[in-house]
């Protein structure tokens, strides 16, 4: 008999008569394997997409490393009575609910809301420079005019349109931004989750419909991610 057909018999023979010693340590090696199995996770990084020599890759690391990254995400939805108290309230607590989320820097969510709520500060600061100036000018003291209130609304949304609103007034978007990976309290698809349907009632705004399907479907692609390098 060959070498390894007395080897492979010996083996065979060993499984045979210590099957059941056999069957007892690999239960438990299996039990003992549960924890360290269920703590796996998937590497969802963007640098994990690509080959590490991609060049697309090796520009987006050189740009992350000399500019810094954020990662924002953006809530959208559409509401016919945006400006309205009720949308303003609306758009209050999608922002509030938004910026609960673990994982997300909720000093830096920005709003249509909360960039009206600083207008209404900045408007009424204006108003009392503009009695200052009213005093100062009797004693004929040339002073700067100050911008007209409805100027000063009328700059602000130029400059926020497109970003938090959109140019027909009717769809508004709640940008957040992600705490660093390395920094996370929580993994990135535990945040990612959360957003995918927030809490906060919508579905109140007029002509809001987010039951069926379709706009279950449409609601999902008014998630998304970027990062902003630069």
Known sequence: M???????????????????????????????????ATQ????????????????HLTDYV???KYF????LVGVV?????????AGLERVRRLADELSGIRGVQAES????????????????????????GQFVRIFNIETTPLPRPEE???KALDLISGIVVSDDGKTTAVIVRLVPDANAPVPRSATSRRFA??????????????????NRSRSRTCFSTCRRTG
């Open 197 to 214: 349907m927030p809490r906060a009632s919508t579905s109140s705004a007029p002509g809001s419909r987010r039951t069926s399907p379709e």
């Open 68 to 71: 810094g990254g954020d990662e």
């Open 62 to 64: 050189a740009s992350r």
């Open 40 to 55: 796996l996770t998937f590497n969802q990084s963007i640098e994990s997409m690509f080959s590490p020599e991609d060049p």
């Open 152 to 154: 000063l609304r009328s």
């Open 109 to 132: 969510t920005q709003s249509l809301a909360s960039n009206l709520d600083q207008l209404a500060v900045l408007t009424a600061q204006l108003a009392k420079l503009s009695k200052v």
């Open 77 to 85: 939805y559409q509401d016919p009575e945006l400006f309205a108290p």
């Open 2 to 36: 060959p070498l390894s057909d007395a080897l492979l018999a010996r083996l065979l023979d060993v499984l045979v008569r210590r099957r059941l010693p056999i069957l007892v340590i690999s239960a438990l090696a299996s039990l003992a394997a549960v924890y360290p």
